[in-house]
Nanobody
């Protein structure tokens, strides 16, 4: 089992930045598997959960949803067993609960049903 805890959410003005963290316990990212992937999703009120970004642990390849390309950056610190989402140039439409997730095998996916472990989420609110 892998337990995930997100942190770093909050209230920020449009144009500002935030860094979200997702710390794993129970297993290290490196022990999950060479084809494991870690991702961030978000869900705004009344909307479906949306893919934000993902990273392959073994190769560090990164993938982004169209709405965040060029503004968000995903990364992993294996020594800390922590994944990050650096968010810049934030817009009011980025307001949502942000969730981190781990997929045990199969590599990257933008489908939330493909992920096996989920955190409880952290709220990000961007004011105009």
């Amino acid at each position: 089992q892998v337990q995930l805890v997100e942190s770093g959410g909050g209230l920020v003005q449009a144009g500002g930045s935030l860094r979200l963290s997702c710390t794993a316990s129970g297993r290290t990212f490196s022990s999950i598997g060479s084809s494991a992937a870690m991702g961030w999703f978000r869900q705004a009120p009344g909307k479906e959960r949306e893919f934000v970004a993902a990273i392959r642990w073994s190769s560090a390849f990164t993938y982004y949803g169209d709405s965040v390309k060029g503004r968000f950056a995903i990364s992993i610190d294996n020594a800390k067993n922590t994944m990050y989402l650096q968010m810049s140039s934030l817009k009011p439409e980025d307001t949502a609960i942000y969730y981190c997730a781990v997929r045990r095998s199969g590599g990257y996916s933008d489908n939330d049903a493909a992920y096996d472990y989920w955190g409880k989420g952290t709220q990000v609110t961007v004011s105009s």
